[in-house]
């Protein structure tokens, strides 16, 4: 699949953005005043400016509040709504934080949880295709999570937590690489499938149907790039879970802060990969992949 | 709503024989340029006459070779464009309602002035059968020609799609998959019509009818039996006399 700049900015900074607002509903960084008032500016900033991010990408952005419309079926729909119900949860939170008075406790949890299901939802969009195998798979919402949540906590300064929750990350990206690799076979889905002339024999491309580019080959059949997805695999895992998980283990703000930008490469660098590895089964019709 | 019917009356789709299929692009060509007017954004063509032309189609032939176990390989010839499935995953995935599945005849339909051209129904289609136009950004994909089957404008003849009425060896049939007695209905059940990628769980309408068998034995090469001439006469013994040498 191509990986557009928009949806990995997008799907990077709104999760890094809930995950870390999630923390800051719940109570885990106890800040007031103007701290309190930065500190949930970057929250929304990352969350907004992340959804703002996925707009781009529309063919058609002036029309973007229909996307609000099919929640019933869609996950795309319904990310829309988590998010918007998410960011107004929010907000008492932040001004009670910011001018000091009081939020229930019930709320806080609400607002967290619509948080957390923001990042499920948005999660959901790419598990839920069955012709990119890869993404099939009921870890991928547990990855997400684990991105939103380790770099939410790094974020909010939570140096024990952070540490274990970003051990979880490495777990899950290294699981994620190993049985993802296996999913496209086990999807099942082969030219003798896609064309229905395998029990004939082996199939093989004889000509292509166009010999210029078109929306499938540019959009679904990206293959630039992945040469490098080993050393892109090492560094994804090493910037966005072993390194921080190290620096949050020594702890101090500083370093923590410093462990958020490293975790920013490698979550950048694994949305990526995402992306760029991810084998949409309409290649089997170009005898690409 | 994006939401898949229970069921719908009619099932409009195609049987497409890759038997008599010749791989000539008349359905491709015809297909862009009825597209090209009335119905929705015309299909648009991007550096048309320039080094890198690209444009939307709603079909395509592709050309696959078929090598069996023992015995010369085949060419096929493959048009592939939607299959209206019955389980439609690029319906359920459109956000805005842009996308649907008509309960009346079960034609997947796309609203073009509700598609906000997200991509996600064309990420959703094994088949490859949707394609983002670059001039319009919205999404593109095969009607069954809604615009010509129940159009009374048109003589009879002429209502169905365009790339059945135009294909010249009769390749493409077009009708109701819900009738068992409609002539596509009935060349399904003879030849045996198969679904593309059953594993996806589609349920496709449209049905692929596959190469019949072979009468004669296909021989690797139609020049076979002249590739092992025997040499007579002073041919041969310059042959035998240069084979010893």
Request: aromatic share 10%; proline share 5%.
């Amino acid at each position: 699949m191509h990986p557009a700049p928009s949806v990995i900015i997008f799907s990077v900074l709104s999760g890094l953005g809930f995950g870390f607002m999630c923390f800051m509903a719940l109570g885990f960084l106890p800040l007031t005043g103007l701290w309190a008032f930065w500190a949930w500016a970057i929250g929304y900033a990352l969350a907004v400016g992340g959804l703002i991010a996925s707009t781009t990408h529309l063919g058609n952005p002036q029309r973007a509040l229909k996307a609000f419309s099919q929640w019933r079926s869609s996950w795309l729909s319904r990310e829309g709504w988590a998010a918007v119900l998410a960011l107004f949860a929010l907000a008492p939170i932040a001004l009670g934080d910011w001018l000091g008075f009081a939020v229930p406790y019930a709320w806080r949890g609400l607002a967290a949880a619509l948080a957390v299901i923001t990042v499920v939802c948005t999660a959901m969009i790419y598990t839920q295709i069955k012709a990119v195998p890869r993404w099939h798979h009921w870890l991928t919402p547990v990855m997400f999570l684990a991105f939103a949540l380790a770099g939410g906590a790094l974020l909010a300064m939570q140096a024990t937590l952070s540490f274990f929750l970003l051990l979880v990350l490495a777990v899950v990206m290294l699981v994620l690489f190993f049985v993802g690799d296996r999913q496209f076979a086990r999807a099942g889905s082969t030219m003798g499938t896609a064309t229905g002339l395998g029990a004939r024999g082996d199939v093989s491309v004889f000509e292509q149907p166009h010999t210029g580019g078109n929306y499938l080959l540019r959009e679904m059949i990206f293959v630039v790039g992945r040469k490098h997805a080993m050393k892109l695999r090492v560094i994804a895992v090493l910037c966005a879970a072993v390194l921080p998980a190290l620096m949050a283990a020594v702890g101090g703000v500083g370093l923590m802060l410093v462990a958020v930008l490293v975790h920013l490469v490698g979550a950048f660098a694994a949305r990526w990969l995402f992306f760029a590895e991810a084998e949409h089964v309409v290649g089997l019709y170009y005898g690409k992949r | 709503m994006t939401c898949l019917p229970d069921m719908t009356q009619k099932k409009l789709g195609l049987a497409i024989d890759l038997d008599t299929c010749v791989g000539c692009h008349a359905c491709v060509t015809a297909c862009k340029g009825w597209n090209d007017q009335g119905y929705g954004a015309p299909l648009s063509d991007q550096d048309a006459y320039g080094a890198e032309p690209s444009g939307t189609f709603l079909n395509r032939v592709h050309s696959y070779q078929v090598q069996p176990a023992q015995g010369a390989a085949q060419t096929i010839n493959f048009p592939r464009s939607c299959l209206h499935c019955e389980d439609a995953p690029c319906v359920t995935v459109c956000p805005t309602g842009a996308s649907y599945k008509r309960v009346e005849d079960g034609i997947v339909l796309v609203n073009e002035s509700d598609c906000i051209g997200c991509g996600l129904c064309a990420w959703a289609c094994p088949y490859g059968a949707r394609e983002m136009d670059a001039d319009e950004g919205v999404m593109k994909k095969c009607t069954l020609c809604v615009d010509r089957i129940y159009n009374e404008n048109l003589p009879e003849e002429d209502r169905e799609p365009a790339c059945v009425r135009t294909c010249p060896t009769g390749a493409r049939h077009f009708g109701d998959f819900n009738d068992p007695d409609s002539k596509v209905s009935q060349l399904a059940a003879a030849r045996g019509g198969f679904d593309l990628m059953p594993e996806m769980g589609t349920k496709p309408t449209n049905k692929y009818l596959p190469p019949r068998p072979k009468d004669q034995r296909l021989e690797a090469s139609l020049l076979a039996p002249l590739l092992d001439i025997e040499a007579k006469g002073f041919a041969g013994w310059l042959d035998r006399v240069l084979g010893k040498i």
